[in-house]
């Protein structure tokens, strides 16, 4: 793998003394290594324009910064615009709560919701009725036999249904409680007249009738 060091001013000045032992006219003004050779450090003067115009135009590291000197940037080297920046992202949260979102369903909630799907429980009688748990939320019961409501119904006790009243268990309070609720069920026309049982009336019954109310 290429090595991929950053050469400083000083590392120049070195290759400089090195090439000025060799007494590489190319790259110096003198190209007598007497003078060059003798001396502790090669200085710009005694470089070529163009070499010299090389060296100069390098970044020194000290131009760049303490943090060019660094292995790794902690946060007290940031400025405080950035450091909010990156504070103000969220960590991982473990509810929406935590990453600021108020408007979606809670657990609760979408159970609530899930067990608002009726499902048909078949027929039994009043005294069999399965007891209203979050095991039988949701399942709706056609009772067989008239029955009075107790203290177990969302209508309350003491209310009357026919035979062939349907039951659903439901959750009033979302999850706390469970209770049998009337669904729908048969209507008691027992005391209406059926159709077949009554007798058309003719035009003469109709104007009898009227006679008889507003008079002939």
Known sequence: ????????????????????????????????????????EVGESDL????????????????????????????TD???AL?????????????LADYGITDAYTKSEIDAKFSSVYKAGGNVTFANLPVATDTTLGMVYNVTDAFTTTA???????KDYPANTNVAIVTPDNGTTFKYDIFMGAIDLSNYAQLEDVETASAADITAICNEYYGS
């Open 83 to 95: 450091k909010n920046e990156i504070e103000s992202k969220a960590d991982a949260g473990t509810s």
């Open 152 to 158: 177990d119904f969302n209508e309350g006790a003491g």
């Open 48 to 75: 070529t324009v163009a070499l010299a115009t090389k060296i100069n135009g390098k970044v020194n590291s000290a131009d760049l910064g303490d943090l060019a000197e660094k292995d790794e940037v902690a946060k």
């Open 78 to 80: 940031l400025t405080t």
């Open 1 to 40: 793998m290429a090595n991929n060091r950053k050469i400083t001013v000083d590392d120049m000045m070195t290759i400089a003394q090195d090439m000025a032992q060799k007494n590489d006219a190319r790259f110096f003004k003198n190209a007598d290594a007497g003078d060059l050779a003798t001396k502790d």
